[in-house]
């Protein structure tokens, strides 16, 4: 676990700066400039996934996400390294850490939908 909370880390506070200094700042990036600016750094690619769910679309992160992890899961990753999930950073904690266990509800791969 400390490889992927450490490349979570990284993708949480260094890849965000750089590819908003490298393309402008937006909601979303393409997988393509995450991908190179990823390279580029030199971060691990093994949990790009949690990049992709970051800062890309849905269609981009549902496309590149292993089946056996599941949006809750890798929310709840990404909350372990800084006490706020992906979800709780965009809508507020109380929707990360709502009824339906934090899911988003119609976000993600089990889903379908959402997003932009």
């Known amino acids: 676990m400390f490889?992927?909370?450490s490349t979570i880390r990284k993708y949480k506070y260094k890849l965000r700066p750089?590819?908003?200094k490298r393309?402008?700042?937006s909601a979303t990036y393409t997988k393509a400039q995450v991908d190179k600016t990823i390279d580029e750094m030199g971060f691990n690619k093994r949990h790009i996934h949690y990049a992709y769910l970051m800062y890309c679309d849905i269609a981009t992160y549902n496309a590149n996400t292993?089946?056996?992890e599941s949006t809750e899961l890798m929310n709840n990753a990404i909350a372990s390294v800084s006490g706020v999930g992906f979800f709780g950073a965009i809508f507020g904690s109380?929707?990360?850490s709502g009824g339906d266990g934090g899911a988003g509800g119609d976000f993600g791969g089990d889903g379908g939908?959402?997003?932009e």
């Open 3 to 5: 490889g992927k909370k």
């Open 66 to 68: 292993p089946e056996n």
């Open 18 to 20: 750089a590819l908003a």
């Open 113 to 115: 939908g959402g997003g």
């Open 94 to 96: 109380s929707f990360a």
């Open 23 to 25: 393309y402008g700042g």
